[in-house]
């Protein structure tokens, strides 16, 4: 009942949070640390995830949660009087692109899990009234699909043009801490919540077995880092581009951005081109690099539509290659496929996975790949995709029967033998979910 009854009263405080960030346009929230009371911290809890990875402590979240109350009324009077400390966050490393680069992501505790996420309930509402309607990482009600949609309009408005296809080196291991913390105090100067921030900052990590604390950087994996990359990269880029680049250029432009990850459209080649020469310099003012390998301008303007022309170039954003292709009236319209560094990725994962499940029981092998398939087809099915769905399906197929054929020496699967145990414990169809169908049907 506390959960329950909490949530209600703590939308009512972000929806007034929300009200004086819009009434304050531009002047800082020096009030909103005590807003964070239990039923806050009950409602943090229950957004946060639980079947994550332990943190230094090796706490779990049924751990946590055996002494709830307790935990929660000792958390908020350290939270606000100053004595809570941000452990160290456990370094972990996942794969990145084609697997020959990883990124390290940050494991924190789960009780440092609960007040980040109690923290950004308070930062929320105030800062999605200053996020421009191009930022759709990481905030209430958007997704990576809405940032893909609002590119291909975009695309299709200026009927292609220039791409800047950008790429941020280690973006979330440069963040400026002193910069993050000054452009921080611009809108939220709550004592509180500043000094959390600053915790968070300076913990440091565990990598290995030693502790490391860096002057710049927030752990990826972290509750409160996507919300910081957000502070910081609407000031450095967004309010950057519309109110000193947008009014400098010639044409039409438009630009989307996931977290770190954006690309811009010019109608003209000189617009993209000036644009593209003070980037560099811009973000370098912020502490952070460019990639200069995969940081590159794209000619993408769409071919006439009566005879002659081919497509231009292609770039990838959010997993996804872009290209122009016919749609099936004949039109030219932008194609998305699984971009091919995700999907080999994708196939490693399931081919390693598989490798050591090859001993569990072939009923809960296929439930197992059921989720991850079910997971890949929700992302990755979206319109004009389902050529790589299909082929990704497939592949699947080849490497279950592979590992299950490598379980003993006499346990070579057939492809017979493989169709009927398929017919057993079919695995979900390659196809597009419920709203891309729609679209596509749309579209015939």
């Known amino acids: 009942m506390v959960a329950q009854s909490g949530a209600g009263t703590v939308s009512t405080k972000q929806a007034r949070i929300a009200e004086l960030a819009r009434q304050m346009p531009g002047k800082a929230m020096c009030s909103l640390s005590h807003h964070m009371d239990q039923a806050w911290l009950h409602e943090a809890f229950r957004q946060t995830r639980k079947d994550g990875a332990v943190g230094v402590d090796g706490q779990s979240a049924a751990e946590y949660a055996a002494d709830l109350g307790n935990n929660l009324r000792a958390l908020e009077p350290r939270a606000k009087s100053g004595e809570y400390r941000a452990p160290p966050v456990?370094?972990?490393?996942?794969?990145?692109?084609?697997?020959?680069?990883?990124?390290?992501?940050?494991?924190?505790?789960?009780?440092?899990?609960?007040?980040?996420?109690?923290?950004?309930?308070?930062?929320?509402?105030?800062?999605?009234?200053?996020?421009?309607?191009?930022?759709?990482?990481?905030?209430?009600?958007?997704?990576?699909?809405?940032?893909?949609?609002?590119?291909?309009?975009?695309?299709?408005?200026?009927?292609?043009?220039?791409?800047?296809?950008?790429?941020?080196?280690?973006?979330?291991?440069?963040?400026?801490?002193?910069?993050?913390?000054?452009?921080?105090?611009?809108?939220?100067?709550?004592?509180?919540?500043?000094?959390?921030?600053?915790?968070?900052?300076?913990?440091?990590?565990?990598?290995?077995?030693?502790?490391?604390?860096?002057?710049?950087?927030?752990?990826?994996?972290?509750?409160?880092?996507?919300?910081?990359?957000?502070?910081?990269?609407?000031?450095?880029?967004?309010?950057?581009?519309?109110?000193?680049?947008?009014?400098?250029?010639?044409?039409?432009?438009?630009?989307?951005?996931?977290?770190?990850?954006?690309?811009?459209?010019?109608?003209?080649?000189?617009?993209?081109?000036?644009?593209?020469?003070?980037?560099?310099?811009?973000?370098?003012?912020?502490?952070?690099?460019l990639h200069p390998e995969k940081t590159r301008l794209v000619p993408f303007c769409r071919p006439p539509k009566s005879g002659g022309g081919s497509p231009t170039g292609s770039f990838d954003f959010l997993g996804f290659t872009h290209t122009w292709g016919r749609s099936r009236r004949g039109n030219w319209a932008v194609r998305r496929k699984t971009a091919k560094g995700r999907f080999t990725r994708a196939l490693r994962t399931i081919n390693q996975w598989l490798r050591s499940a090859r001993h569990l029981p072939v009923e809960q092998q296929a439930i197992a790949l059921g989720a991850k398939l079910r997971g890949h087809f929700q992302y990755y099915g979206i319109l004009g995709n389902s050529v790589a769905l299909s082929r990704f399906h497939y592949e699947v197929r080849c490497l279950w029967r592979k590992w299950l054929s490598r379980r003993s020496q006499r346990a070579y699967v057939t492809w017979d033998q493989m169709n009927r145990l398929l017919a057993r414990y079919p695995l979900p169809p390659a196809r597009l979910p419920w709203r891309s169908r729609q679209l596509w049907l749309a579209n015939l």
Do not use: C
């Not at 590119?151 to 220039?162: A, I, K, S, T, Y």
């Not at 811009?264 to 912020?286: G, H, I, P, T, W």
């Open 90 to 289: 456990r370094r972990a490393h996942i794969p990145k692109g084609d697997g020959s680069e990883t990124r390290p992501i940050g494991v924190p505790t789960f009780e440092d899990k609960v007040l980040q996420r109690a923290v950004v309930m308070l930062l929320e509402p105030v800062y999605e009234q200053d996020f421009y309607d191009f930022s759709y990482g990481f905030r209430p009600g958007r997704s990576a699909h809405d940032a893909l949609e609002a590119l291909d309009r975009g695309l299709h408005e200026l009927r292609g043009g220039w791409v800047l296809d950008v790429d941020i080196r280690s973006f979330f291991d440069s963040l400026d801490h002193e910069k993050l913390r000054q452009l921080l105090r611009q809108r939220v100067t709550d004592g509180v919540v500043v000094r959390l921030v600053g915790k968070w900052l300076n913990a440091g990590v565990l990598d290995g077995g030693v502790a490391v604390r860096a002057e710049s950087g927030t752990p990826q994996g972290g509750v409160i880092s996507p919300m910081l990359a957000n502070i910081y990269l609407h000031e450095v880029l967004d309010v950057w581009w519309v109110q000193e680049v947008q009014p400098r250029l010639r044409g039409r432009s438009f630009l989307v951005r996931y977290a770190d990850d954006f690309v811009m459209v010019f109608s003209e080649q000189e617009d993209a081109l000036r644009v593209q020469r003070v980037l560099a310099k811009r973000f370098a003012r912020f502490g952070l690099t």
